[in-house]
Structures are given as structure tokens and as C-alpha cells.
DNA sequence: CAACATTGTGCGTGTTCATGCATGATTCGG
DNA sequence: CCGAATCATGCATGAACACGCACAATGTTG
């Protein structure tokens, strides 16, 4: 039996279950405890169970995707490669709505200081990233805060947002695919992000590179709206073609020093 | 049997029964007492449960409000003398939005069968409790449901919302006061009303006696702007006077037979 | 083909953990 | 204020554990 076998073995008894036990295990795939405990060990690390003292107990709950702060430490140098590619086309003395997003955050927190920049977000984090400076004043929209995305949803956000028209939005998003679009994996989340697009004038969407051609529950918006795309040189692939020829302007992100 | 499982099922018990005894625990689980005391004092210190003598209580953070099915049966008489007065002023052919609430709730169920009336409304018991009849067709607003109000509230539900203009409002009052006016106890409720003020042409109020002169947190509309307000004979008083005093139109509900 | 690297496994060793018991302190109820 | 119940703490014990090492099977390179 394989060991890849015989993990996915387990991870089935896992969810059946509930829990597993090292000896029993050890018995049913006449392998040591040894053995056994090394695959939970393994499986653990990779979040498919929890490691307690005689074996593991299926993953309880929805596996709690890291909050925004932690987000944004994964994949650091491609988003701060973005954000400075997308800080080319912040025109100055515009208003930028910046939308919750890890790569989003990394643009708030490298605006171009030779530009005057009206910053609103919904986002505490984003808000908070944004260096103060006499030229990038920052105006937050509250209402209900929502850890998951990191930013603030709701009724209340949204009567907020719809008052504004922002020069851009600087999008977030989920999923980015050429037939589906931009998608979000949370329902208000995908409501506010609607609102916000049909009240700019331009849309820009930083997504690295394991965004293109993935697909979130909740559409937000077609590509073909969306004016510009800031993604990674290492995404090109047939998804990344698909996107060229949706009319968007496309900007690679090369390494930041270049 | 592993420790984080019986943990979980002292856990299940404190919710179940409200408070678990160190002594029944250790006879449940064939532990000694000493373990189930461990297990508390661990389980005290992560916030699950509060630690006493003997055993451990349930952590009585959020006493949970009744459900809204639960509401409507207390005060139900008075209820429904408020929901007979009301009656007599839905006219025929109205677009008439119900929002949440226990009394607006009786208001739904004995709709008069004499007259076409379009009902909508973002609470699914509302909708439910429409008797179905081809003069009374329901829209149901969706949104992400909220069990503490007992209604469909967020962005989703707000965007749905401000696309109807309905003829009547049959506003939920959580607090009915002359100065504070109609307030309530959730921001998103509140949001979603004052949203519905908004578009609606007339506005009225099914508010029972212990309503008046009572402020909740967050602000809705004032009293000026609700044409009919329908309380209970029983409700007269000084808040009672002070509403008169506003302009509003004042229906007192008397028992069903009269 | 030979030398080498990689991987999965079992075993020995020392460590950590869960548990029950003994001990003395604390709390409760009358 | 006293006895009984309950508690916290320390300690002993055995089970479960992580770690390092050896070995075999397999794959890789020269």
C-alpha cells in the first residue's frame, strides 16, 4: 500500500468518523503506530485533520481561511510587485476606491507619493496601510465588519458606497476568468463589489497569478468591464490568453527592481 | 476515549443542560474526578465554560432572544386586536410591504380576504404566515437571514429593497417614541428600514402598549413621517399623549369582538 | 552497471502527556 | 465554627510521542 494511499485512507475514515485512533489504525493497515503517527503528523500540517493525544480529530467547523493581515505576508513580493506596476496608473488628484484584497492592501501601502490621491475603502486593514500623508487623505466606510474578507459589508456599507463615484476602483477579486468573470466567495462581499463597479468611471483589478481562471460562487462582474488588468509575467497561460481577448488592458508585474 | 472528545461531549452537555456536576462527569466517563475537574479547569481557562463549585455553568454571554415564531405567541391576544384594527386600512389593489415583527406577523396571517393586496416583504415567516389565496400573492426579498430579527437583512436584501416603491409600509417598530421616534435594535434592521421609508408612500406603525415611550439604539425615522399608528386603548399614558401631539394619524385597537 | 540519492519504514531511546492517587488547602452548609 | 465535600498541587506510572538511526526498496546519475 502506498503512503499516499493510505493517508487518503485515513482522511476517509476522518470524515466518517469524526476521529481517529494511532493504535487502531496501526492494526487495520499492519503498519506501526510509527507510521501512523507520521501521516497524521503530515496531515495535520496540511490542515486535513487535528492532531490530539492518541490520534486526530476530523477538522471541526469550515477550515477558517487566515484573515486579511495574514493573507498579506503569503506571496508578498508578487503583490508588492503588482501594487507597484498599478501605481503607474494612479493619475493624480483622483479618487480611488481600493476594495479589501491582500494585493489591494499592498497597493494602499505603496501609493506613489508624488501624487495627490483621495483614498476611500470599506477596508480597516487597507485604511490603516495607507502611510499618512497630507496628499493621500483616506475616508472609510463602515458598517458591519466582516473578518472573513476583511472589510466592512452589509446594509450600511452599502447605502454608503452608492454615494460615492469613484475616478477608479481598484477591485478585488476572488476568481478572475475570461467566461466568468469576477467572483467572490462571500454574497455581500459580491453586493458591494457590484455597486462599487456600476459607480466608477474606470475599474482595475490586481490579481496574481493563481487568480486567473479560478472561478468564485458569487459573479460580480464581467470582465469586459473591467478597464485594466494588473497580474503577474508568471501567470501566462491559456487563461491568461483568454483574459487578452477580452479587450482589457493587460500590464504584467515584473520583479520590483527591474 | 480521547480527551478533546470527552471534552467536547462535557461541552455538548453544558449547552444542553445549562451546568454539568464534576461528580456526574466522572461517573459518565468512567474518569476520575480529578480528570473531569482538569478538563473544566482547561476548559474554563479557554472561555467555554464558567468554573464553580461543584461543577461548571455555561458561559452566559449572549442570553439568546426568542425567535421570532416565539414572540408572536406572547401578547398574541393584543396582537391581534392590532392586526384587525390595521386590517381596515388596507386597500384594495395595494402593493403593501411587511416588514419583521411579531405583531406585523398577526397582521399577515389575518389579512382581509376581501381585498386584493400585494404583499411583500424580507422576513420568510411573514410570508409564510399569509394564508395562501390568489388575491394575496406574497414576494418574498432575500438576502442573508437574520434569526434574531427574524428577517432577510444585508446589502443583497437593501439592493432588492430599493427597487420597490410600495404603496403602504407596515413598518416594525422595535422602540416608538415622540422625540426618538422609530428606532431599533440592529443597525442593518434599521438600515433597511429607513430604506424602506424612503420608497414607500404611507407609512404605518403596529406598536403594542409596552412599545411606547421606549428607545432602541439605533435610529430610524421620526414619528412625523408615519402617517397611522395602531396601538392598544391600554397603551394610554404620557408617551401616549406626546405621540397625539405629532400629527399622526392614531388607531386604538380594542378587543377582536368588539 | 555501479555508485549514489531518495523515500518509506521499523526500532530503540529519551521525552512528553494523560491519568489516578495522596496530601493539604479551601469552601460550603448547618 | 465544624464536618464533609470539593478543590489545587505534586508525584508516580504507563501510554503515547518525537527523534535519530538503520535498513530496504526504488529511482537517478555518471
Redo the contacts with the bound molecule.
Keep these: ?4 494511499e ?1 493517508q487518503a485512507a485515513i482522511a476517509l475514515r476522518l470524515t466518517r468518523d469524526g476521529k481517529v ?3 487502531e489504525l ?1 492494526a487495520a ?13 503530515e496531515m495535520a500540517s496540511a490542515g486535513l485533520c487535528e ?6 480529530l476530523a477538522r471541526t467547523s469550515a477550515p477558517p481561511p487566515p484573515p486579511l493581515h495574514e493573507r498579506a505576508t503569503i506571496a508578498a513580493p508578487q503583490k508588492n510587485a503588482l501594487a507597484a506596476a498599478a501605481a503607474r496608473y494612479l493619475v493624480d488628484g483622483a479618487t480611488v476606491f481600493i476594495d479589501a484584497g491582500s494585493a489591494n492592501l499592498a497597493l494602499a501601502a505603496r501609493l506613489p507619493t508624488d501624487r495627490r490621491l483621495r483614498i476611500v475603502t470599506h477596508s480597516p486593514a487597507i485604511a490603516l496601510a495607507v502611510p499618512p500623508r497630507p496628499q493621500h487623505p483616506v475616508t472609510l466606510i463602515g458598517g458591519r465588519y466582516d473578518a472573513e474578507t476583511g472589510a466592512c459589508l452589509g446594509a450600511e456599507t452599502l447605502t454608503e458606497v452608492e454615494r460615492l463615484r469613484p475616478d477608479l476602483l481598484v477591485l478585488g477579486a476572488c476568481g478572475l476568468d475570461a467566461v466568468a468573470g469576477v467572483t467572490a466567495f462571500d454574497p455581500e462581499d459580491a453586493a458591494i463589489k457590484r455597486r462599487l463597479v456600476r459607480s466608477s468611471v474606470a475599474i482595475m483589478v490586481l490579481a496574481t497569478a493563481e487568480k486567473l481562471g479560478t472561478v468564485a460562487p458569487f459573479f460580480v462582474v464581467g470582465v469586459e468591464a473591467v478597464g485594466r488588468i494588473v497580474t503577474e509575467a508568471a501567470a501566462k497561460g491559456p487563461a491568461f490568453d483568454a483574459l487578452g481577448e477580452t479587450g482589457a488592458d493587460i500590464v504584467l508585474a515584473g520583479p520590483i527592481g527591474r
Tied chains: 1, 2.
Excluded at 1 to 4: F, I, P, V, Y
Design positions: 500500500m502506498l503512503t499516499r493510505r485512533l494511532a493504535g496501526a493497515f499492519e503498519v506501526s503506530e510509527d507510521t501512523i503517527r507520521r501521516d497524521l503528523r492532531r490530539v493525544y492518541g490520534g486526530a
